[in-house]
């Protein structure tokens, strides 16, 4: 865009016409507890990430902000009475489409060759129950101590909307990685 901004953006789609046998779990509860069959899945998403990297000493300095929003959409079969868990169909199944929003954005900053810091935040709607919404808080402090190896210290607070019958909490994690071989090309900037 200019030379201390860069812009990256992406799309990416998927679509699953037969999700009949994901390792033997193809059934959700849905709503109200009545039993899905999950039938067929599309999504959908799109990414961007903003950089300033200032001319001078861009080595060491930067700012990232980045944001990757996801759509889902899932087509079910629903079964008020559960008669197909026998293999019965009594009539009163119908198909139902259920669509699913999912988001993460995250800034970062780069202040010396070895530490940056930010923020994450996710959101997430249920794939079966798009009622059903989670909430993630992150911030994150990196060290790295080589070109080769990154440690990365996240506390994240998780809230559940009150349909998820879910309660609050809480992780702290703590992440090694590492890069073998010789092409580490933007490495340092994740």
Known sequence: MTPNLQLETGISGLINPSTSD????????????VPMTEKERRVAGFDLKLSYVPLQNNQFKRLDWGTEVLYSNSR???????????????????????????LYSYVTYKWHRQWSGGFLFD??????NHNDHT??????????????????LQYTHTEHN?????????????????IIGAHSHGWQAR
């Open 22 to 33: 994901r390792g033997g779990v193809d059934a959700f509860t849905g709503a109200g507890g």
């Open 76 to 102: 079910y079969l629903v079964d008020p009475d559960g008669s197909l868990a026998t293999g019965e169909l009594t009539g009163d199944e119908f198909k139902r489409g259920v669509g699913s929003l999912g």
């Open 135 to 152: 909430f993630a808080y992150s911030p994150y402090l990196t060290w790295a101590p080589s070109h080769w190896n990154q440690l990365r």
């Open 162 to 178: 009150e349909v998820s019958g879910l309660k609050s909490d809480d992780a702290v994690y703590l992440q090694w990685a590492w």
């Open 123 to 128: 959101f997430v709607e249920d794939a079966a």
